[in-house]
């Protein structure tokens, strides 16, 4: 079994209005910590959400679903964000908007079960032969391109490389290929790399430690030097969904082997994933995991704006909850009482069906004081590197207050743009008063839309 390097396909979501969150702040005791990680106040919540994370990684909560459920702006989606911080890049995260299902394209159901797959991921052990060491010499040998008769200039005919462990060093001399690959991963003498004896991949493992003073200010994973010899075998652990293997096992040339499933993960395209595949698929991997040589990793689906599905959609998650493959789903909405889409004249918490509704756990969002809001939007203008003098917070959280958080951070930006306008450094309670006669807030446009009935189409 030949297992390649997995082109993940992850769903990478910047969401900037979130920059500053980098986990639940909370303490050994899993209590939350006033302000902590980006986050302030909302203890509960976080608290709750804390005790959430704790279960998935005791794997206790695969098939559960938790409901955030709060007026908006009180940081919900922040808080689900600050989950997938805490769970760390092992555990697959998915986050989408109840929304996203109505495409013109795709099924609503097979937009579901997408997400579904992307959010189980499996952890793949396997021992394998491999060349291991901290590179100290990187050499392309050239000749001269046999195919334009020296015309085209010189091409790589094969590479010297030194790789030396805390035993000893060894010199190996590889094909072409390879050095393409230790391009790609841009491996400089002095990182840890692998190569895999059978099929060739070369995987950087980070810098080696020795060097770990060189640069302070620097994103890089350092790593001890290897023991042992440079060839031997190791224990490789690689980290799929099951999407992952969906989509790279779309309208497969070969068969349908444990061996040729994995093989194709490293050519990915874009094709048909029909329900025939997942469930050959399905098949594969339980076969793995009783074999031991893989295990289960569920994961969240996270689902913002849940309100926006219909019923098609509820009863179909219902059901997929159900099965003996299901993630955790954390729904998030900001509705009361309101309709369910899809069916006539149905009211209900949350706009969610009642027999969902039954059996996820929720958890309240609270609406900010004054003083936990001003710690945000300081926070915020931090994170973008706003300078705002301490009145004029104030004056944005009482603004904050009676409008909504997000209202209220979201004049940042305009309002420094302004400042810089007025020659000014901070950001003073006059931009804000400008900006804020600029725009409206959600409730009072509605407002005025009241007022002004007669004026507007409908
Ligand atoms: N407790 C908090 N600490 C720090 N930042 C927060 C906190 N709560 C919210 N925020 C920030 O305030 C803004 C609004 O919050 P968020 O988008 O999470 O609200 P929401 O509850 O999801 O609202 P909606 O119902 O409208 O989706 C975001 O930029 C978020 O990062
Ligand atoms: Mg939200």
Redesign the pocket.
């Known amino acids: 079994m030949k297992i390649e390097e997995v082109k993940s396909t992850t769903k990478v979501h910047r969401i900037a209005?979130?920059s500053?969150?980098k986990g639940l702040g909370l303490d050994e005791r899993g209590e939350a910590i006033k302000i902590a990680a980006?986050?302030?106040?909302?203890t509960q919540a976080r608290e709750a959400a804390g005790l959430v994370v704790d279960m998935i990684k005791m794997k206790k909560m695969a098939g559960r679903a938790v409901l955030l459920a709060?007026?908006?702006?009180?940081?919900?989606?922040?808080?689900a964000l600050a989950i997938a911080q805490e769970l760390g890049s092992r555990v697959p995260f998915c986050p989408m908007v109840g929304s996203e299902v109505y495409s013109s394209e795709v099924k609503k159901t097979a937009v579901l079960m997408e997400n579904f797959r992307r959010a189980i991921g499996l952890r793949i052990k396997e021992v394998k032969e491999v060349y291991e060491g901290e590179v100290s010499e990187i050499i392309p040998h050239e000749m001269e391109n046999p195919i334009s008769g020296g015309g085209l200039g010189k091409t790589i005919s094969h590479v010297v490389i030194t790789l030396k462990t805390s035993k000893g060093s060894r010199t190996l001399k590889l094909d072409p290929t390879i050095y393409e690959q230790i391009k790609k991963e841009k491996v400089e003498p002095g990182d840890v790399i692998y190569i895999e004896a059978n099929t060739g991949a070369v995987k950087r493992q980070g810098r080696c430690d020795v060097f770990a003073a060189e640069f302070d200010l620097e994103a890089e994973q350092y790593v001890p030097i290897p023991k042992g010899d440079v060839h031997k075998k190791k224990e490789v652990i690689q980290d799929v969904t099951l999407h992952d293997l969906d989509s790279a096992n779309a309208q497969p040339k070969g068969g349908m082997d444990a061996m040729s499933l994995l093989n194709r993960l490293s050519k990915q395209k874009k094709t048909e994933i029909t329900d025939k595949l997942r469930q050959e698929i399905n098949k594969v991997v339980n076969k793995y995991i009783d074999q031991g040589v893989a295990e289960l990793v569920p994961g969240v689906l996270f689902i913002?704006?849940v309100h926006m599905l219909d019923i098609e959609c509820f009863t179909y998650l219902h059901r997929a909850l159900e099965s003996t493959i299901a993630p955790i789903v954390i729904f998030?909405?900001?509705r009361g009482i309101s309709k369910v889409r899809g069916i006539q004249d149905m009211k209900s918490p949350h706009g969610m069906p009642h027999d969902l509704l039954d059996r996820v756990m929720i958890i309240r969002?609270l609406p900010?004081g004054k003083d936990?809001m001003a710690h945000?939007i300081k926070?915020?203008a931090e994170t973008e590197n706003l300078s705002i003098s301490e009145e004029s917070v104030l004056r944005l959280a009482e603004i904050g207050e009676k409008t909504?958080?997000?209202y209220a951070?979201q004049l940042l930006t305009p309002c420094n743009l302004l400042s810089k306008v007025n020659g000014r450094e901070d950001i003073s309670n006059d931009e804000i008063e400008e900006v804020n006669e600029l725009f409206f807030d959600a409730k009072s446009s509605a407002k005025i839309l009241v007022e002004q009935a007669d004026k507007f189409m409908s």
């Open positions: 209005a979130h500053h969150i980006g986050l302030v106040g909302q709060g007026p908006p702006g009180t940081g919900k989606t922040a808080i913002d704006e998030a909405t900001n969002t900010y936990e945000i926070i915020r909504t958080l997000r951070v």
